[in-house]
Nanobody
Framework: QVQLVESGGGLVQAGGSLRLSCAAS????????MGWFRQVPGKERDFVAA????????HYADSVKGRFTISRDHAKNTVYLHMNSLKPEDTAVYYC????????????WGQGTQVTVSS
């Protein structure tokens, strides 16, 4: 079982930056692929970025490539999403999630953190 708690959301002007954090409980953090997703009201939750359990491999949605960076710190059991050059269309609730190597699905989710980008 993994519990995830996001933080770092807020209001920022277009062109600005934010860093989201996701703290994970448990001693098995290193065994999970970690991902970030986002959702706006009335739409499906969209994939944003993912990082392998070792941290050596990352993957991004085309809409955020070159602007967002995902990273993880195993000593702190934390995954980060560094967001630069933010656009109003990045406004959403951002969720972190953990993907089990057993089920290969994102089984654990945080509660979400709101990011609002003003124009």
């Amino acid at each position: 079982q993994v519990q995830l708690v996001e933080s770092g959301g807020g209001l920022v002007q277009a062109g600005g930056s934010l860093r989201l954090s996701c703290a994970a409980s448990g001693r098995t953090f290193i065994t999970y692929v970690m991902g970030w997703f986002r959702q706006v009201p009335g739409k499906e939750r969209d994939f944003v970025a993912a990082i392998s359990n070792s941290g050596s491999s990352t993957h991004y949605a085309d809409s955020v490539k070159g602007r967002f960076t995902i990273s993880r710190d195993h000593a702190k059991n934390t995954v980060y999403l560094h967001m630069n050059s933010l656009k109003p269309e990045d406004t959403a609730v951002y969720y972190c999630a953990a993907r089990s190597i057993v089920t290969q699905s994102y089984d654990y989710w945080g509660q979400g953190t709101q990011v609002t980008v003003s124009s």
